[in-house]
Structures are given as structure tokens and as C-alpha cells.
């Protein structure tokens, strides 16, 4: 039987054309005292620099360019804790459409508001009590709206490998690749890329230790949910792993990581006091694992995605502050 995967490396090649001049190419950080401190070479991808501040922005693009003249003129809804929210509002206005979000109540702050500035209507819902994905679905039908959703759509996997595909243009071959997992669109488009190009390349995914559903449904063999987490990693709380996004990563991804918060605060407070960029938690998970040692013995040459930096101020100085 012939397996039709759903996203392949022509896909991401594709949408690095779509999404030419309109995302930005990312720069590519190196740091001689983090190559120092984990004894390999380490090349970041900085999407924390990507428009909205996350690689989100990548794939609700790719998705959203590609709706026709009757579904832009009827409007773009999306369900995300912050970053895919942001993401698909700006790509709405780009497209000179309107976008409808469905997003937590307790989304952060600077991510609900972002969000809005881009001239998006935002619908919140109780994440440990509401099926976000019912209500949008809901959402969209009453109003005639297409849904992109945020990582089950092959559109949105594609863009979002366009990240590793450009690391990949830039670096050369990299032994290993670590990518922050969340439901899973990153490392399916992210594994997709590195594996089409070097097969021999190590993928890993990075879960935070409270969000572990992708490293358990691997283990199982099937997609397992897990209560819904509670880290600091937002946009890691995820309590299942995509349908199609699980297909791919079965398939590509070598090994799953886990990392704690404590962790995570200690790559936030690495990047910004030494390589002098921002993350937010669910961006700083990569980096988390590489620091605290949880990737294992590493190979020569490593790439991570610094996935995101959406996080404002207050919450930075709360989440590295004394108490912590």
C-alpha cells in the first residue's frame, strides 16, 4: 500500500516560494559560549524574529494566501493559545480579509492583545473546561468562515517546515535538529524538510514535562491525550498530538525529549543574557533541553528552532525573577 504522507519536501520548497517576501527569513544565531557549554556547534533559528514573533506565522500564511476569492471575501477563523491567533490575523489583513480567533481566557496578555491590534475579533472559552476546537468549528459554520487551524492542515505543516528548510540552506548538514513540540505542526513540517534533505539527520522533539503526549503516543504506538498541562510553556499546553501531524512525526522523529519548567527558565535567562535575544517558554524549550543536558551526548553539529518570543515584560521579569 502506498502511503500518502501529508506533507512531502516539494510541499515545503512550495510554500518557501508562497510565502517569499511576506515572512521573513530568519537569522541564524551562534554563541562560542553555548558551543562551549554543550561541547557541539550549535546554529539557532531565531523565529522569535519571525513576523507576530513566532514561527506561526509561516504557516497561517502559507495556508490562508492560498483561499480563494469567495472564502477571503467570507473571512478566516483560527483556535490558538496565542501565537497561531496572532499568526492568522496577520495573514487576514495582508490578504485584505477579516479574522475570527477563538483563544483561552487566560491567554497571555500581550498575545490577546497583539492579536486584536491586528484587527481580529477574539471569542475567548475556559481551556481546562471548553473544546475550543468544537467552538470554532461551530463558530465557522454559522458564519460561513474557513477554518486554519493550527497545526492539523497540511498548508500549515508545509509553512511551517520552511523553517528547517531555510536553517538547512544556510548551515549545510546538521547532525541533529531540536524542535519545541506542541500539537505537533513544527516538527512534522520541520522532520519533513530535514529528512528530505538529509536522511540521515537526528530529529528530536522537545515536550514540556507536564505536556508529555507526543513522547507517550509514540510510545504506545497510538495518539494518547494527557490532562491538560500546566507549564509555563503556553503554547506547548497541548494534551494530544495531531491526527496528521502524529502520522508524520511516527514516521521522522528520532526520539522525544522532556524538559522542566525550572529548565526552561534557565534557557530564558541564557538567551537573554548572553546570546541577548528574548524567548518565551514554549521558544526556549529547544535550548532548555540542549542546556540541561537532556539531548544526550551530542554529535558535531546541532541546529534547534527558537520557536517563539512572545512574552511581554511583566511576565518575563515574573517568570526570571527571585522567586525563581
Do not use: W
Request: charged share 25%; with cysteine; proline share 6%.
Amino acid at each position: 500500500m502506498t502511503i500518502h504522507p501529508p506533507v512531502t519536501l516539494d510541499d515545503i520548497r512550495e510554500a518557501a516560494d508562497q510565502i517569499k517576501g511576506v515572512a521573513h527569513r530568519t537569522p541564524v544565531l551562534r554563541s562560542r559560549t553555548l558551543d562551549a557549554l554543550v561541547g557541539a556547534e550549535v546554529h539557532l533559528k531565531s523565529e522569535n524574529l519571525q513576523r507576530v514573533g513566532a514561527f506561526k506565522f509561516r504557516g497561517a500564511y502559507n495556508a490562508a494566501s492560498r483561499l480563494g476569492p469567495e472564502q477571503l471575501a467570507r473571512g478566516v477563523a483560527a483556535y490558538s493559545s496565542g501565537n497561531h491567533a496572532q499568526a492568522v490575523a496577520l495573514a487576514a489583513r495582508e490578504l485584505g480579509t477579516t479574522a475570527v480567533i477563538v483563544m483561552p481566557e487566560d491567554a497571555p496578555r500581550s498575545k490577546r492583545e497583539a492579536t486584536a491590534a491586528y484587527g481580529a475579533e477574539i471569542v475567548t472559552y475556559d481551556r481546562y473546561t471548553g473544546d475550543r476546537v468544537a467552538i470554532a468549528e461551530a463558530l465557522a459554520a454559522e458564519r460561513g468562515l474557513t477554518l486554519i487551524p493550527p497545526y492539523e492542515h497540511p498548508h500549515v505543516m508545509a509553512g511551517q517546515g520552511t523553517a528547517a528548510l531555510e536553517l538547512l540552506e544556510e548551515t549545510g548538514e546538521l547532525d541533529v535538529l531540536l524542535v519545541p513540540v506542541g500539537g505537533g505542526g513544527l516538527i512534522a513540517g520541520c522532520a519533513t524538510a530535514a529528512k528530505g534533505l538529509h536522511p540521515g539527520l537526528r530529529v528530536m522533539g522537545v515536550e514540556p514535562e507536564a505536556g508529555d503526549d507526543t513522547k507517550r503516543s509514540l510510545a504506545a504506538g497510538h495518539r494518547v491525550a494527557v490532562p491538560v498541562p500546566r507549564t509555563i510553556a503556553d503554547g506547548q499546553a497541548v494534551h494530544t498530538p495531531g491526527e496528521l501531524t502524529f502520522s508524520v512525526t511516527r514516521r521522522l522523529v528520532d526520539e522525544i525529549v522532556l524538559v522542566g519548567d525550572d529548565e526552561i527558565r534557565d534557557a530564558m535567562r541564557f538567551a537573554f543574557e548572553r546570546l541577548k535575544t528574548v524567548l518565551e517558554p514554549s521558544g526556549a524549550s529547544g535550548l532548555a533541553a540542549l542546556l540541561a543536558g537532556r539531548a544526550g551526548r551530542l554529535p558535531k553539529r546541532v541546529g534547534v528552532i527558537l520557536s517563539g518570543g512572545n512574552v511581554d515584560a511583566a511576565r518575563f521579569a515574573e517568570l526570571l525573577g527571585p522567586a525563581h
